[in-house]
């Protein structure tokens, strides 16, 4: 794997600091906000001194029920190509569900939610990630999210699903210690376990963010400073390998940049703090191995051989059942197919790959975690009943932070709605979110909102009212209003709004 080093995510609002700053190895920026046939100026000036760019993507939803859509693969391979990238990123996680396979509406949570950790999911996950890999031109590397809720009935820990994904893919790991710690906070589970459990090896690189914690609960905004606990799992982490590259988060809230470049500093010296710890306990395990081959010099050994070597692998065998660590990824590497020890269909699993079989999940487990999948995200965003098993005070938090993060990106993507709205904008579109749910992107969201203002008679100033109207037939139809005859406006909403 390429040595990457250290890295900050490039945004469009901190791109001149990001260019100045010293040290800076590599930018990561979100796919989905980069037109390859237009790159920014910035990171084509990144790009010119040498400094890797690599696009992270947010809207594939490779843990959702459907196989991946075409054109989102295209999109995500035309801008590691422009951007000559050597690797892309995406993350474990569903971001829509319903349509099709599960005759239910087609809703769009707007931001990335957690997989179920079953074998359902993870057959539906494997095959997903294949299709990916066969479209995109260079390696893939999947994150772990931070989760606000927990799915009933889990079958493995992350760890263990994490490993599972990688050993039977292929494919390499972007392990975020920010969401780590989340998950610790929310979900009570052990950061050090999960690490643990990781196939190390698989490691593409690193993510180090900053929240905030409320009521109990940790919000994983990338808005706010680093804190010493995510640091203290990036330390561990790098006590274990030296990660390839190590990246920091930063997507709103933007400090200065002396600011960002003391967390870089943090971060470096997080990970020397690692690296430290990691060349004593090789220096322990060298001088260890060292005494134990002088004390086998002495020393006849009861078996001979093979003998020895069979006894001694019945022996780890036992313990690997036990133990799904280190130990149990060691004896999984002795096994048919790479087949883990304790999993009853793993040699199975690896022999259906190395044919090209499909795994005999199929179609009947993408058809299970979709209504699953449907019924979590129909109560998230459309205020259905929870589904049995859910965290009701969780599911509640999960659903205000969605809409909140739905009203902060239509912000974005269409700037021109508060300036006219004003202090009202927010309470607005949290009101039109709880009985409006999203079913395509943010911004067709933007237009259904200002079309819901303005069948209802809002705002009620009247030449915001007429700015807003404006605002929406001119970006409503397939081309400005402004290039096109007026007597192409036909649909009935339209002509409603054009009388008024």
Not at 138 to 149: D, G, K, Q, R, Y
Not at 192 to 218: M, Q
Not at 238 to 267: C, K, M
Request: some cysteine; aromatic content about 4%.
């Amino acid at each position: 794997m390429e040595r990457l080093g250290t890295g900050i995510g490039w945004r469009p609002e901190i791109a001149d600091a990001v260019e100045r700053m010293p040290g800076i190895d590599w930018v990561e920026a979100v796919a989905e906000n980069v037109c390859p046939g237009h790159l920014p100026d910035s990171l084509r000036r990144l790009r010119e001194r040498g400094v890797t760019v690599v696009p992270h993507g947010v809207s594939l939803g490779l843990g959702g029920a459907d196989r991946p859509d075409e054109g989102r693969l295209t999109a995500l391979a035309e801008r590691a190509e422009a951007l000559g990238s050597p690797l892309v990123t995406e993350h474990i996680a569903f971001v829509r569900a319903g349509g099709a396979l599960t005759a239910t509406p087609h809703l769009e949570a707007g931001h990335l939610l957690p997989v179920p950790r079953t074998r359902d999911a993870l057959d539906v996950l494997c095959e997903n990630v294949r299709i990916a890999q066969e479209a995109l031109p260079v390696p893939l590397a999947l994150e772990n999210i931070a989760a606000l809720i927990s799915w009933p009935g889990e079958e493995m820990t992350e760890g263990q699903f994490l490993y599972e994904l990688a050993d039977r893919t292929g494919v390499r790991l972007l392990i975020d210690v920010a969401n780590l710690h989340t998950n610790h906070v929310n979900h009570a589970e052990d950061p050090a376990k999960a690490l643990a459990e990781l196939p190390l090896e698989a490691i593409a690189y690193v993510h180090v963010a900053g929240g905030f914690e409320r009521d109990g609960v940790w919000h994983d905004s990338h808005a706010h400073p680093v804190p010493r606990p995510v640091l203290d799992i990036l330390t561990d982490l790098a006590s274990r390998v030296s990660p390839p590259g190590v990246l920091l988060e930063r997507d709103e809230n933007f400090p200065e940049p002396a600011e960002l470049e003391s967390e870089l500093g943090a971060v470096r010296r997080a990970l020397e703090a690692g690296a430290v710890e990691r060349v004593k306990a090789e220096v322990r395990s060298a001088g260890n191995a060292l005494a134990v081959q002088r004390a086998e010099t002495r020393t006849v050994a009861p078996f001979t051989g093979d003998a020895l070597g069979e006894k001694t692998t019945g022996r780890r065998h036992e313990e690997a059942r036990s133990r799904p660590g280190d130990e149990a990824r060691g004896v999984a590497d002795e096994l048919p197919g790479g087949a883990r020890p304790g999993d009853e269909d793993g040699a199975v699993g690896a022999a259906r790959g190395a044919f090209g079989l499909p795994h005999p999940g199929g179609d009947g487990a993408r058809q299970r975690l979709g209504l699953a999948q449907a019924a979590l995200l129909s109560a998230l965003v459309a205020g259905t009943p929870v589904p049995e098993g859910f965290d009701r005070v969780r599911v509640g938090v999960q659903a205000r932070a969605l809409a909140a993060k739905r009203a902060d990106v239509v912000a974005k993507v269409a700037p021109e709605l508060p300036e006219i709205l004003g202090a009202d904008y927010r309470t607005a579109f949290l009101a039109y979110a709880q009985t409006q749910p999203m079913t395509g992107g943010y911004r067709r969201d933007a237009l259904a909102f200002a079309e819901h203002l303005l069948l209802a008679g809002r705002p009620g100033d009247a030449a915001a009212r007429r700015e807003l109207r404006e605002w929406w037939l001119e970006r409503s139809g397939p081309t400005p209003r402004s290039r096109r005859p007026v007597h192409r406006l036909a649909r009935a909403t339209r002509k409603v709004l054009l009388r008024r």
